[in-house]
């Protein structure tokens, strides 16, 4: 009797995925797309990515994909809020009530971190998008972490087949831009061979469903370049998680004969979604007989904050 029931059921469950998987009763819908930026909305230009979730849960639903139900989510290539491009693809499910969760990386028209990293979490269908996670990516060699993408977030419900999918999506990550000067205006010496930044205190990972940073204590490393006239030492814009609150700022100058010399000071304010921190650093004395240190801070909902440093040794 058991059995009889199995095979009943199995039968029923194939039937309903057969008049689900019928591609006369799939639809597209059209999708515009807008950005929340700099206390103002604007049309979004970038990649979005569009997780189908069950009706009212973080319960991933999937995609159709040659008519069949995959784990394959929709993505797209958007232009001034509009999909455009080839190579789409596209959602296309069932008529009905699905709660959509979306992920983007903008298109920038600034100088931005050329080497981003993350970790992705993987998918299958009704998987609960709220026990995963987006997280920091190490570096080999030691115990920090990697530069993250610029990251753009939204959810909203959505019913398919009786409405296109219009979206305002939100900056989930925070950018960081550091300028090394020294106080008098000259060169830095060219027996300085490298200056790296490192910022203690970020998240480990962002929730997929909510976008909420978790464990604000790890620390992101970055590399700052000279400029041709050896004026400045500074980096594109590097995207890091939120951070705790006064997260710490450190300058690692490392010299041709291998001798590191550092400075460290806790910021003002926490690094936040959506904003954008530039430190204007001005270097006053990095050791007897040798170049000098000092340090300034600018910040998307702009901050200013300035840190001085008499010395690095």
Known sequence: M???????????????IYERRNADELVSPALTMRMFENFEMKSFSGIVEVYPCDAGSSVYYGNY???????FNGQYTIVEGQVAGQ???NLKL?????????????????PIFDAPAIIHPGFKRDIDLAKLFFGLRKNLND???????????????AVIGTEDLQVSLNRVVAG???VVKKKDGTPFSESVASVKAQI???????????AEPENMTKTVQFDLTASEDRLTMSNPTVMVFPSSPNPILKLFVTLKDGSVYQVSQPLQS?????THLTLDIVIEKIFADEDSGNFTINDWNETNETIDFSAIG
């Open 94 to 110: 069932p008529v009905g009530k699905y709660n959509m969760v979306y992920w983007g990386t903008p298109k920038y028209d600034y």
């Open 2 to 16: 058991l059995g009889l029931l199995l095979i009943f059921s199995a039968c029923h469950k194939e039937e309903d």
């Open 65 to 71: 994909v040659n008519n069949r139900l995959s784990e």
């Open 176 to 178: 960081i831009s550091l």
């Open 87 to 89: 190579y789409n693809r």
């Open 143 to 157: 115990t920090t972490y990697m530069p993250t993408y610029d990251l753009v977030y939204g959810v909203k419900e």
């Open 200 to 210: 203690i205190g970020i998240a480990e990972r962002l929730n997929f469903y909510t």
């Open 270 to 274: 926490s690094l936040a979604a959506n």
